[in-house]
């Protein structure tokens, strides 16, 4: 598997791509989030590479969502987005060359 981007533009921002140990958020132990106002993607550093690539289409996913609307983001539909994205573009590599 190839390596993790370290940058990313979506929409009108560039992200930065970074990995870190321990994410927490209350108590609870986050595979990542997406830092909007400084325009950051923070993933477990601890996570597997598969892991590591669902988490950042699920935090893309948020990122595209916040550009459209700041509204708070239903969880479901972005695992279900974020997912079904990473898993149509490795079935079907010919879709990258597009």
């Not at 609307?69 to 997912?83: I, M, P, Q, R």
Request: aromatic content about 6%; hydrophobic content about 40%.
């Amino acid at each position: 598997m190839k390596s993790l981007p370290k940058s990313l533009r979506i929409g009108p921002f560039d992200y930065e791509v970074k990995l870190q140990s321990g994410l927490f958020d209350g108590g609870q132990r986050l595979s990542g989030h997406c830092k909007y106002s400084v325009s950051e993607i923070v993933l477990d550093a601890d996570a597997g590479p598969q892991a590591q690539l669902a988490t950042l289409w699920h935090e893309i996913v948020h990122a595209l969502i916040s550009n459209a609307d700041d509204s708070k983001h239903d969880e479901a539909l972005v695992n279900t987005l974020g997912h079904g994205i990473m898993q149509v573009l490795r079935d079907n590599p010919e879709l990258k060359k597009l």
